[in-house]
């Protein structure tokens, strides 16, 4: 039951959405005579075409093309023509639809083309996939749409799943919608089908449609793990890494890695080695210097595989390796610090205690009897010019005395 609703609800999204589309089938039958196939119909959900004959044919040919391709299915024996999805093309330009009658010259020629306002439809349409599942898609309003068209984004991931519209629309400083953000986006290898409708209050806008294949939109994130182990042997350094995260492919033989190598030390305009390009996830760096050190980053894209094909996000610069020794200079600047330090100090102390002997003199000491010249010496510096005679005196009588 519920099956049954939820293809009712698509059938209905189908019909509501294929039906606002501005658009007329022109027929015209052969030269010749009047064509037998009349009431030619585009089922554009199902991408079937059907018509009715006034004649039995047990077989009919259909062609669908327009300005960049052509397809032309199985011949079928029945007035329905179903296009595969590797024929789905975008109509807003308009589709040429032939239907013919093998081994006559019976035929009808018809043409899908947009109706509304000429120039009125959304111009440079593109979507990005990054962070594996988040998807923008931009566009801009028609050059010659009215001030008041506003457009809404429809897109259906897969023909097997449902269609939506977008849940948050980007805004210019008009309102008008330029843009969408969609998340949890599986990237697969199907074509996802955008529909970009407008609507105005008094034109008919023009719409809109594209198919795009995910995965050739996607940006890849940086390789993982990236990791740098480096000898001082003749293999220098080995460069490891794991593919970067996708939603749709695990193989890690699907990508490619563009590695960049640069010495720290030197200006970018100096660098000699070109970029390195290799398959596997791993890289032997033989130009390694101990002495120097390096920078490394990398990025990913697909190759021989339904991945994208440009390339992904740089990953965080790395370094690794040792570089110059700048111990020696630091402990020799240590030590001209040191003697520095220590000579000013000396000189602080010294120029302190020349300060303390002016400000305290020596205080006289008590003559010695037996030592009296060097006593005498040593007092009559401190004796005042007007005593020195009379101190002359009583050490000569203390002279005879003993």
């Known amino acids: 039951m519920f099956d049954t609703l939820?293809?009712?609800?698509?059938?209905?999204?189908?019909?509501?959405?294929?039906?606002s589309l501005h658009a007329d089938i022109h027929c015209m039958g052969s030269e010749a005579q009047e064509s037998p196939i009349t009431n030619v119909k585009m089922d554009w959900s199902k991408m079937e075409l059907s018509?009715?004959?006034?004649?039995?044919?047990?077989?009919?040919?259909?062609t669908i093309r327009n300005r960049d391709m052509e397809g032309t299915p199985p011949e079928v024996n029945s007035t329905k023509c179903?296009?595969?999805?590797?024929?789905?093309?975008?109509?807003h330009e308009g589709v040429f639809l032939i239907i013919e009658v093998p081994n006559t010259n019976i035929s009808k020629h018809c043409t899908f083309s947009p109706g509304g306002i000429n120039g009125s439809a959304i111009e440079n349409f593109s979507c990005v996939i990054y962070n594996i599942s988040l998807m923008n898609c931009t566009w801009q309003a028609g050059r010659d749409a009215p001030e008041d068209t506003q457009y809404f984004l429809y897109w259906q991931n897969s023909r097997y799943d449902d269609a939506m519209e977008c849940e948050l629309y980007i805004r210019d400083e008009n309102g008008r919608n330029t843009g969408c953000r969609f998340q949890n986006v599986r990237t697969d290898v199907n074509k996802a089908y955008f529909l970009v409708n407008g609507s105005s209050k008094d034109s008919l806008i023009q719409f809109y449609d594209e198919y795009i294949r995910l995965y050739k939109?996607?940006?890849?994130?940086p390789p993982l793990n990236v990791?740098?182990?480096?000898?001082?042997?003749?293999?220098?350094?080995?460069?490891?890494?794991?593919?970067?995260?996708?939603?749709?492919?695990?193989?890690?033989?699907?990508?490619?890695?563009?590695?960049?190598?640069?010495?720290?030390?030197?200006?970018?305009?100096?660098?000699?080695?070109?970029?390195?390009?290799?398959r596997s996830n791993r890289y032997e760096f033989q130009n390694y210097n101990e002495k120097k050190k390096y920078i490394l980053k990398m990025r990913a894209r697909g190759k021989s595989c339904l991945i994208s094909s440009n390339w992904g996000e740089w990953t965080e610069p790395i370094e690794f390796g040792q570089g110059k020794d700048y111990?020696?200079?630091?402990?020799?600047?240590?030590?001209?610090?040191?003697?520095?330090?220590?000579?000013?100090?000396?000189?602080?102390?010294?120029?302190?205690?020349?300060s303390f002997k002016s400000i305290f003199p020596p205080i006289p000491q008590p003559r010695d009897k037996f030592n009296i010249?060097?006593?005498?010496?040593?007092?009559?510096?401190?004796?005042?010019?007007?005593n020195k005679q009379l101190y002359r005196g009583v050490v000569t009588v203390v002279e005879e005395l003993i």
């Open 6 to 19: 939820e293809l009712i609800c698509m059938i209905w999204w189908y019909m509501m959405l294929f039906h």
């Open 51 to 62: 018509w009715e004959s006034s004649k039995n044919f047990s077989k009919y040919k259909c």
């Open 82 to 91: 179903r296009f595969p999805v590797e024929l789905y093309m975008p109509l």
């Open 217 to 221: 939109i996607e940006i890849l994130t």
């Open 227 to 278: 990791t740098a182990n480096c000898t001082t042997d003749s293999v220098g350094c080995i460069i490891t890494w794991q593919p970067p995260l996708t939603s749709h492919v695990e193989n890690v033989k699907c990508f490619q890695y563009e590695i960049h190598i640069q010495t720290k030390d030197e200006p970018k305009e100096e660098e000699k080695d070109p970029p390195v390009r290799v």
């Open 327 to 354: 111990f020696v200079f630091v402990v020799l600047f240590l030590i001209a610090l040191g003697t520095i330090s220590v000579t000013l100090l000396q000189y602080c102390l010294f120029k302190r205690y020349c």
């Open 373 to 386: 010249s060097t006593d005498e010496n040593s007092q009559t510096e401190y004796a005042s010019p007007q």
